[in-house]
C-alpha cells in the first residue's frame, strides 16, 4: 500500500498591519476600503493590498541608464497618502515582479502638475540611474490606493485632448499598457498607451583618485 506525499499549504504572507491614526483618516475620505488603503500605504506600496495600478511598456534602442520619467496627470487623490512610479522587468509580455527602480509621492507633490489637457508634466527623477538594455520590454508602473488618481492615455479612436478635431490615429509606440487588480495579475490594453517621455543618463568623463589601505588588524589575505 502506498501513500501519497502530502505537500504543505503554501504559505501566505500576512497584509502589513496599518496605522490606527491612518485608518482613522482613510476611513473619512472611503469609508467602504479603507483598510486596504493604510496596508498598502504600510507595505510601502508593494503590497497586495495596493488596488488598481496601472503600467507602459516600453524599449529603448540602445543601452542606457533611465535617469527620470516624466507622466501627465489629469487628477489625483488627495486623501491617499502615497502613490508610487517603478520601473520593472518583463515577463512573456507582462510586467515583471523585478522592480529595478522606485520613487513615492505624496498627492501635494504631484497636485500642481495636474492638468485639463495634457499640458503639464510631473517629473520623476530616481535616485539612482537605472540600466536598461537595448531591444529588451521593460515598463513603469503607477500605483497606489489612489481610487481617484487619473492619468492622460492615448486611445486609437479617441480626439487628440490638446488638439481639438485631430483623431489618434495610430498607435505612438508598439508597445503596450496593462491595468490590475492587485499588482501581479495584468490585462493588456491593445489600443490605449500611457502619456510619458523618458529621459536617459548623460555622463560626462571625469578623474577620481582610489587609495587601498590595508587593515593592520587582520593578517594578510593571499589573493589567488
Not at 114 to 123: N, P
Not at 150 to 158: C, I, M, N, S
Request: aromatic share 12%; net charge negative.
Amino acid at each position: 500500500q502506498v501513500n501519497p506525499v502530502r505537500s504543505s499549504p503554501p504559505i501566505v504572507t500576512a497584509p502589513p498591519t496599518p496605522d490606527p491614526s491612518c485608518l482613522k483618516k482613510q476611513k473619512k475620505y472611503h469609508p467602504t476600503n479603507y483598510t486596504q488603503i493604510c496596508q498598502c500605504i504600510a507595505g510601502g506600496g508593494t503590497a497586495r493590498a495596493c488596488g488598481d495600478p496601472v503600467a507602459q511598456a516600453f524599449i529603448v534602442d540602445s543601452d542606457m541608464f533611465i535617469s527620470s520619467l516624466e507622466l501627465y496627470f489629469k487628477q489625483v487623490d488627495l486623501f491617499s497618502d502615497r502613490i508610487f512610479v517603478q520601473i520593472r522587468d518583463m515577463e512573456n509580455g507582462f510586467p515583471g515582479a523585478t522592480i529595478l527602480g522606485q520613487k513615492y509621492f505624496s498627492p501635494d507633490q504631484i497636485q500642481p502638475f495636474i492638468s485639463e489637457d495634457s499640458s503639464r508634466a510631473f517629473r520623476v527623477e530616481f535616485e539612482q540611474p537605472i540600466f536598461v538594455e537595448s531591444q529588451t520590454e521593460y515598463c513603469f508602473v503607477v500605483g497606489g490606493y489612489s481610487p481617484n488618481t487619473k492619468l492622460w492615455v492615448a486611445r486609437l479612436g479617441q480626439e487628440v485632448t490638446n488638439i481639438p478635431g485631430k483623431i489618434v490615429e495610430r498607435h505612438t509606440t508598439s508597445e503596450s499598457s496593462f491595468r490590475s487588480l492587485n499588482g501581479s495579475t495584468w490585462n493588456a490594453e491593445q489600443y490605449e498607451q500611457i502619456k510619458y517621455r523618458l529621459f536617459k543618463a548623460n555622463f560626462e568623463p571625469g578623474e577620481m583618485n582610489l587609495v587601498f589601505e590595508n587593515d593592520p588588524n587582520n593578517d594578510p589575505v593571499v589573493l589567488p
